[in-house]
């Protein structure tokens, strides 16, 4: 059973660093690209960076460019973002999903996580 | 950046009617759209990618059509269990985007 796992979310200040965590099991993780979204409270869904198999594409929504940084380890199953300069808001749900394997080289997320709730507030 | 326009923002129906909920794009992206389904709380789901191709395991009252910047999602007969949030979602660019979502409620 593929399982995609969030972890780190948690209340932090303006202007601080959170580091979010994504444990993959289930299928092998350096076979797929993988994505971060997050959904702001009572929001709608925000793609906001993702990053191909072997770190080599990796791209960034223009509201986190420059702040966040996504990275993996292919050797422990696991996708990361490094969020610093916090804002208010980037207050959000932060999900990790996989990218559909397409042969076309087009992808989108089709299996995501549950979610880690980060909170920035003063 | 590539912008994603729903309509309806809200959509009121009962159990056996039909829906469809529109999706537009700024400009082209042949048929790279997705349609996603989220129950609150919940993780998304992925219900037709390839603006028409449903997932595996995804019921065939759903369908999807269009392309280039127009895209609808059918959803025939609903079923209790589809009372959710609909959000479209472009992946011809890199950076992708979703549309502002269609809550789809009980009539």
């Known amino acids: 059973e593929v399982q995609l796992m969030e972890s780190g979310g948690r209340l932090g200040k303006p202007g601080e660093s959170l580091r979010l965590s994504c444990s993959v099991s289930?299928?092998?993780?350096?076979?797929?690209?993988f994505n971060w979204i997050r959904q702001a409270p009572g929001m709608g869904l925000e793609w906001i960076s993702s990053i191909s198999t072997d770190s080599g594409y990796i791209h960034y929504a223009d509201s986190v460019k420059g702040r966040f940084t996504i990275s993996r380890d292919n050797d422990k199953d696991s996708l990361f973002l490094q969020m610093n300069g916090l804002r208010v808001d980037d207050t959000a749900v932060y999900f990790c999903?996989?990218?559909?394997?397409?042969?076309?080289?087009?992808?989108?997320?089709?299996?995501w996580g549950q979610g880690t709730l980060v909170t920035v507030s003063s | 950046d590539i912008q994603m326009t729903q309509s309806p923002s809200t959509l009121s129906a009962s159990v056996g009617e039909t829906v469809t909920i529109t999706c537009r794009a700024s400009?082209?992206?042949?048929?790279?759209l997705a349609w996603y389904q989220q129950k609150p709380g919940k993780a998304p789901k992925l219900l037709i990618y390839k603006a028409s191709t449903l997932e595996n395991g995804v019921p065939s009252r759903f369908s999807g059509s269009g392309s280039g910047t127009e895209f609808t999602l059918t959803i025939n007969s609903l079923q209790p269990d589809d009372f959710a949030t609909y959000y479209c979602q472009q992946y011809d660019s890199n950076v992708y985007t979703f549309g502002q979502g269609t809550k789809l409620d009980i009539k």
């Open positions: 289930g299928l092998t993780f350096r076979d797929y690209n």
């Open positions: 400009q082209s992206i042949f048929r790279w």
């Open positions: 999903a996989r990218s559909r394997p397409d042969s076309t080289g087009y992808s989108t997320p089709d299996f």
